[in-house]
């Protein structure tokens, strides 16, 4: 008795009889993660690195620049602002030479000019830190597969700038007088937090967002935090 063998043009099936997807993916995503705080990006390999390969990480715009070239990774998450030229100089340095690389913002701000920025220079979503684990696995997804992700709120941005609601490409010379970490603690203080509640979420100490909230108050040369919130308040920051 001849044993009939399968051709080879027809599809496999499941037990089911189904055909097989073509090109599933067996092989868990390829991470980055930028980000100059060693505790979050230790916080984010924790997290998801269960569910994803975490195949290079970086604290600085040169270091990510050259670990995305190396690795060539599936989504690369990226913070906003870092040393050395911040997410938007990542996007556009890796984009000149590798083009197809997916980048998902990760990032404490929320304000327009920083998703505008990066969605301008080339990334396919902007998520806040307050995302959990199953969110950020699920956007980091999304985008692999070619999707735009944003939080809720920041969507509204984009559509606005798009629309022209948003003036991008005006230049606030005040604010433009900040480090990228005084914007930061900046919008926090605007928002009602503490001293402490600022450290934490930024991964620094409290004498440091002190420091950070003197300067500010110097260079914008207002009295106190609640003249500050007036004033992020009136640039739409907070």
């Known amino acids: 008795m001849t044993t009939q063998q399968p051709d080879p043009r027809t599809p496999e099936t499941d037990p089911e009889g189904t055909p097989a997807r073509e090109g599933l993916r067996t ?6 993660v930028v980000d100059d705080h060693d505790m979050f990006r230790a916080g984010v390999k924790h997290e998801i690195g269960a569910r994803v390969s975490i195949v290079g990480e970086a604290a600085d715009a040169p270091g990510a620049v050259r670990i995305i070239l190396d690795t060539d990774p599936d989504v690369v998450l990226l913070d906003v602002h870092l040393p050395g030229g911040g997410g938007v100089e990542v996007l556009r340095q890796v984009h000149q030479r590798h083009p197809d690389v997916r980048f998902l913002a990760l990032s404490v701000s929320d304000a327009a000019e920083d998703v505008i920025s ?3 220079g080339g990334a396919r979503g902007y998520v806040t830190k307050s995302i959990n684990a199953d969110e950020l696995i699920e956007a980091i997804e999304r985008v692999a597969g070619g999707d735009a992700v944003f939080s809720p ?3 509204g941005f984009v559509l606005d700038a798009f629309s022209g609601s948003i003036d991008v490409a005006s230049v606030d010379e005040e604010l433009d007088k900040l480090s990228p970490r005084e914007r930061d603690v900046l919008r926090l ?4 937090y503490s001293y402490k509640e600022v450290a934490k979420e930024l991964f620094i100490s409290v004498k440091t967002v002190e420091t ?15 003249q500050l919130a007036r004033w992020a308040n009136d640039r739409r920051l907070v």
Do not use: C
């Open 27 to 32: 092989e868990p995503l390829r991470v980055v």
């Open 118 to 120: 990066l969605i301008r």
């Open 153 to 155: 709120r920041l969507a």
């Open 212 to 226: 950070h909230v003197s300067s500010v108050l110097r260079k914008l040369q207002l009295s106190n935090r609640h």
């Open 189 to 192: 203080i605007a928002r009602g």
